[in-house]
């Protein structure tokens, strides 16, 4: 069992930059892929970023390449998403989930594949 509580999430001006974290409690941390997805008002919940277990992996979707970093700190139970020239488009709520299974590339990207999710923190950009 794995419990996720995000943070970091506020309002901030086009331009700008957030970092969130994700707290972890549980065993499996140090064993779980790490995946970040965000939801807008009236839209599915969609993939940002992803880091395998060990952090050796890293994947992003194509609207924040070269602006976000994953990255975690398993003796921390933390992984991070820094995010910089941030745009009124990455306006959402942005969540942490883990997944035990997630082995090959592909999974990762899929929201299906995770098995626990954190709350969510809010970010909003002001254009």
């Known amino acids: 069992q794995v419990t996720l509580v995000e943070s970091g999430g506020g309002l901030v001006q086009a331009g700008g930059s957030l970092r969130l974290s994700c707290a972890a409690s549980?065993?499996?941390?140090?064993?779980?892929?790490m995946g970040w997805f965000r939801q807008a008002p009236g839209k599915e919940r969609e993939f940002v970023a992803a880091?395998?277990?060990?952090?050796?992996?890293?994947y992003y979707t194509d609207s924040v390449k070269g602006r976000f970093t994953i990255s975690r700190v398993n003796a921390e139970k933390t992984v991070y998403l820094q995010m910089t020239s941030l745009r009124p488009e990455d306006t959402a709520v942005y969540y942490c989930?883990?997944?035990?299974?997630?082995?090959?590339?592909?999974?990762?990207?899929?929201?299906?594949?995770?098995?626990?999710w954190g709350q969510g923190t809010q970010v909003t950009v002001s254009s």
């Open positions: 549980g065993r499996t941390f140090s064993r779980s892929a």
């Open positions: 880091i395998s277990s060990n952090g050796g992996s890293t």
């Open positions: 989930a883990a997944g035990d299974a997630i082995s090959s590339s592909s999974t990762y990207y899929q929201r299906y594949e995770y098995d626990y």
